[in-house]
């Protein structure tokens, strides 16, 4: 894939359905319009449609090589990129930086490029600083999909969360969703905002003081500290971790009483709005941000945003891939 000047992001036909996506990668949700973010939603729904479960596998990426580059650990993302890539026929390379040369002082950026000269037509990339991503498409002419940097984004998490959301309540528009725990180390809260607020949800963001800055107003949320105050206006709660391993010592009292303040029971469900849809992108510390009853109970969708996460993938690897193909390779 060589590089050419770039183009628009999208090209239009008379009808809004003839959109097709231009990008040449998947960095974030903040740059994406909102009809590009529809895109890869209704081309996920195709694939949810078309549960590969029961179908032959698809030949659409067959040829295309995909790399995974994961810095951080993983469960859900990584393993569902490389089914996504394999169900879609495409080859896959899996990254692991503790038996890399790495360790003899290689630098990230030429690790990346000699993947990518092995034949890396689309490289996954999850890295703990912001912006890894975002560095490696400077310097690279293959695709790079961000799969987590830092606390900035996780773009494909809040598509997934999104889809959960349309699918579940019929539309996005008009809802109101509480973001509820560590706002501030939150990648999975930001896609969130970015893509909620283009889609037109209402957006509240809700957790300790410490843990909620109050700079995200900017992004055009409210923020609440207390979570009984907004339970009964949220249409959709989305529960997310605390993420002990970016945070400093001492940003809220114990584990117990955040759980007391933050934590989704039984008694807050039944306080809430009565088909009120409970998400939650994982790891999941029972007991914690939620209870077993509400996790595994008829409000919560986890496990449907896991199988929409695959989808997800599906669609972003085709689309990127299918635009390399036209158009040569393009900087998106």
């Known amino acids: 894939m060589q590089n050419v000047p770039e183009e628009p992001n999208l090209t239009t036909a008379t009808k809004p359905e003839q959109i097709i996506w231009t990008k040449r990668d998947l960095l974030d949700l903040e740059n994406l319009s909102r009809e590009e973010i529809e895109l890869i939603l209704d081309r996920a729904e195709d694939f949810v449609k078309d549960d590969p479960r029961h179908q032959e596998k698809r030949s659409d990426l067959k040829g295309i090589v995909v790399a995974n580059l994961f810095f951080e650990p993983s469960t859900r993302t990584r ?9 879609l026929s495409a080859d896959t390379i899996d990254f692991t930086p503790s038996s890399s040369s790495l360790i003899k002082g290689e630098s990230f950026i030429d690790t990346a490029k000699n993947i990518q000269a092995m034949g890396a037509d689309v490289m996954v990339v999850r890295h703990a600083v912001p912006g890894a991503p975002h560095l490696l498409a ?6 790079i999909i961000n799969a987590g940097d830092g606390a900035h984004e996780h773009p494909t998490q809040g598509l997934l969360d999104i889809l959960t959301i349309r699918q579940r309540l019929g539309r996005v528009e008009g ?8 706002i501030a180390h939150s990648r999975v809260a930001r896609s ?26 900017r992004l055009g949320v409210e923020i609440s500290y207390h979570l009984d105050d907004i339970l009964p206006h949220c249409d959709v709660v989305n529960i997310l971790r605390i993420q002990f391993e970016r945070q400093r010592h001492g940003l809220f009292p114990s584990v117990h009483e955040y759980a007391m303040l933050f934590g989704m029971n039984g008694e807050r469900l039944r306080r809430a709005k009565p088909d009120i849809l409970l998400l939650a992108p994982g790891p999941i510390n029972r007991g914690v941000e939620v209870t077993p009853e509400v996790a595994d109970g008829p409000h919560s969708a986890i ?23 036209s158009a040569q390779g393009a900087h998106g």
Not at 175 to 182: C, E, N, Q
Not at 305 to 322: E, F
Request: charged letters at 15%; glycine letters at 10%; a positive charge.
């Open 303 to 325: 496990l449907q945003q896991v199988t929409n996460g695959l989808a997800v993938r599906m669609a972003v690897l085709k689309l990127l891939c299918n635009r390399s193909e």
């Open 79 to 87: 393993t569902s990129f490389g089914l996504a890539a394999k169900r």
């Open 138 to 143: 400077e310097h690279l002419h293959c695709a």
């Open 175 to 182: 809802l109101t969703v509480g973001l509820v725990g560590d």
């Open 192 to 217: 969130n905002i970015h893509g909620l607020l283009k889609l037109g949800a209402k957006v509240i963001v809700c957790g300790p003081p410490t843990l909620v800055p109050r700079s995200i107003s």
